[in-house]
């Protein structure tokens, strides 16, 4: 059974950069897909933010090209988020999900996070 | 990017049907694959998709729901409705990137 679980800090400082990991197990990550972070502001409002894909290359959403990275440890078959300079409009819940063209069938159970001084 | 519209509430009853609607910026198909996807979020839980390619069932969701659609213009049904079925749900598209999402349409009770 493919799953998904993000982890890291509730809560980061504005103009701090916000971390999180996403481990998955039952698949591994070099082996296809694209690896997502999506993100649900609170609202209901969400976004995709971008992909990591099962070779190693990206592709972020142009909102946010210059403040996101996404990287991977395939030794670990994790891959992760780095978004810098956060400001309170970046609280949101955050997901990561193994993204398909044809529907987005596995996600993480999600981490909220909090830009807050 | 591809702005999707949904409506941001529907009332129904218990045994009824719920339509949902989602309209899209600019068509969403190619060829034959029109690409739009559904997906129930209930609080505090994930998305979980329903409908993948418009009208595809995803595997494990009840026969109630189905979708339909093409080009701009997509429609989640569920029939009957059940107390379950009380969520939010959103329409999302893949044809261009970035991916984008509709605004979500909260499923209450009348």
């Known amino acids: 059974e493919i799953q998904l679980q993000e982890s890291g800090p509730g809560l980061v400082k504005p103009s701090q950069s916000l971390s999180l990991t996403c481990s998955v197990t039952?698949?591994?990550?070099?082996?296809?897909?694209?690896w997502s972070w999506i993100r649900k502001f609170p609202g209901n409002k969400m976004e995709w933010m971008g992909y990591?894909?099962?070779?190693?290359?990206?592709n972020y959403n142009p909102s946010l090209k210059i403040r996101i990275s996404i990287t991977r440890d395939t030794s670990k078959n994790q891959f992760f988020l780095q978004l810098n300079s956060v400001t309170t409009e970046d609280t949101a819940t955050y997901y990561c999900?193994?993204?398909?063209?044809?529907?987005?069938?596995?996600w993480g159970q999600g981490v909220m996070v909090t830009v807050s001084s | 990017d591809i702005v999707l519209t949904q409506s941001p509430a529907l009332a129904v009853s218990l045994g009824q049907r719920a339509t949902i609607s989602c309209r899209a910026s600019?068509?969403?198909?190619?060829?034959?694959?029109?690409?739009m996807h559904w997906y129930q979020q209930k609080p505090g839980q994930q998305p979980k998709l329903l409908i993948y390619?418009?009208?595809n069932l995803a595997s494990g969701i009840p026969a109630r729901f189905s979708g339909s659609g093409s080009g701009t213009d997509f429609t989640l049904t569920i029939n009957p409705v059940q107390a379950d079925d009380i969520a939010t749900y959103y329409c999302q598209q893949s044809r261009e990137s970035p991916p984008t999402f509709g605004g979500g349409t909260k499923l209450e009770l009348k």
């Open positions: 039952g698949y591994t990550i070099t082996s296809g897909y694209d």
């Open positions: 990591i894909s099962n070779s190693g290359s990206t």
């Open positions: 390619r418009a009208s």
């Open positions: 999900a193994r993204y398909d063209r044809m529907g987005i069938n596995y």
């Open positions: 600019q068509s969403v198909s190619i060829s034959r694959y029109n690409l």
